[in-house]
């Protein structure tokens, strides 16, 4: 290993975009499609492995949606999480700001609160035994109604004091942030601070939608806003977070090979970008190898991977004084 990767490896982390149900690992999709007795189109894990070829972002949501078939009760949301919060905890990550979509589960006729105590359950337990600490941000489907998004917000409502924020995720060319303004208007009237995927296909308008229309505080993804000047300037002088996702866009053909990756653009552009796994069961990696196969591709230096650092602890929703102890540690680390 060269120092540049075991610093990387060593480095305290924070993940920003991160999709629970993109953590379903083969090897558990195919124990709790038993032992739920849910049959799957695969015979093998090695099946599920080879289907995992994606030509743009709907052919993932496709087998997305499929593999959350087996999630059925509290426990498997709970193993689900656990499972993800020990392995990037033998990655150093120190904060997760967790997306989940719960319209995936109702739609199945899984209770909400199943989905949600499964899933708090375990940030509870990753807080108290590695002082993992977190934010819990709900999804909307963007390629569902605007009158189902309203269902999901309700069923949020009696829950804020363990949901975060309000996201919107899948299929994005075709479903602009604009069918989602009344939606996201009263998210923010009740407390939930927002958030969008825009600019990972969609072009750079969406990512101005998302901005004037639903006034997110963060932009997921964010890729396609490099295409418009202005907005760049822009996103420079407020100093958003953009959560970029490398193995994502390589294995979703938002970039054709790593080499090409907009990070360092962005960086040179003086944006707020950060790295993260997005669905790493899905991509590839999870955030060590995230940060490893960007590094590597661009042949980022180490101090470029200590400003990517700490843009997410910069951009996370921690509070002033969680993010000033978090930095401070990070800085600490990065000293040596
Ligand atoms: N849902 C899970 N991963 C996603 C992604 N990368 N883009 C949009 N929706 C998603
Ligand atoms: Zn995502």
Redesign the pocket.
Known sequence: MSDLEAFISAMPKAEL?L?I??TLEPEMMMALGHRNRITLPYATIEEVEAAYRFSC?QD??DL?YQGMSVLQTEQDFFDLTWAYLERVHAQNVTHVEI?F?PQGHTERSVAFETVLDGITGALDRAEREFGITRKLIM?F??HLSEESGFEALKSAVAHKDRIFGVGL????KGHPPSKFERLFAEAVREGFVPVA?AG??GPPDYVHEALDLLHIDRI??GNRALEDDGLVKRLAASQMALTV?PL?NLR?CVVDDMSHHPLRAMLQAGLRATVNS??PA?FGGYMTENYLAVAKGLDLSRDEIVTLGRNAYLGSFLDEPEKRRSLEEFDAFCAH
């Open positions: 975009h999709h149900e993109g972002l993932f949501l997305y997306f979509d999804c489907l963007r995720d899948s299929s994005e995927h990972e296909e997921d993804h996702c994502s979703l997005d669905d899905y």
